[in-house]
Nanobody, 120 residues
Framework: QVQLVESGGGLVQPGGSLRVSCVASGSIFSINAMGWYRRAPGKERELVATITSGGSTIVADSVKGRFTISRDNAKSTVYLQMNSLKPEDTAVYYC??????????????WGQGTQVTVSA
């Protein structure tokens, strides 16, 4: 069984930094893209950033220059370094991976989410 487990969320003051991580585990054959999405209260889920296995990235305009996505393919882990955080970054952050489990086909998998709150 494949699982995505996020960690690293929490409460931070405006202007502060936080790093969230997501590890994919289980019977995984290969992982294509990994990424982060977020859902703020009363809003729809939105893309934050994605990264392919080759390192190509897509970053939302709202976080460009402040957030950096990276991954460690050997550890099946994706990271999101968040700097200069703003109150509007407050949301539940979800990890996503397009992966193929052993004996299966490529599908989207999601983590359970980690809360990030930016407040003084």
């Amino acid at each position: 069984q494949v699982q995505l487990v996020e960690s690293g969320g929490g409460l931070v003051q405006p202007g502060g930094s936080l790093r969230v991580s997501c590890v994919a585990s289980g019977s995984i054959f290969s992982i294509n893209a990994m990424g982060w999405y977020r859902r703020a209260p009363g809003k729809e889920r939105e893309l934050v950033a994605t990264i392919t296995s080759g390192g190509s990235t897509i970053v939302a305009d709202s976080v460009k220059g402040r957030f950096t996505i990276s991954r460690d393919n050997a550890k099946s882990t994706v990271y999101l370094q968040m700097n200069s955080l703003k109150p509007e970054d407050t949301a539940v952050y979800y990890c996503n991976a397009q992966l193929r489990p052993v004996g299966g086909i490529y599908s989207d998998y999601w983590g359970q989410g980690t809360q990030v709150t930016v407040s003084a």
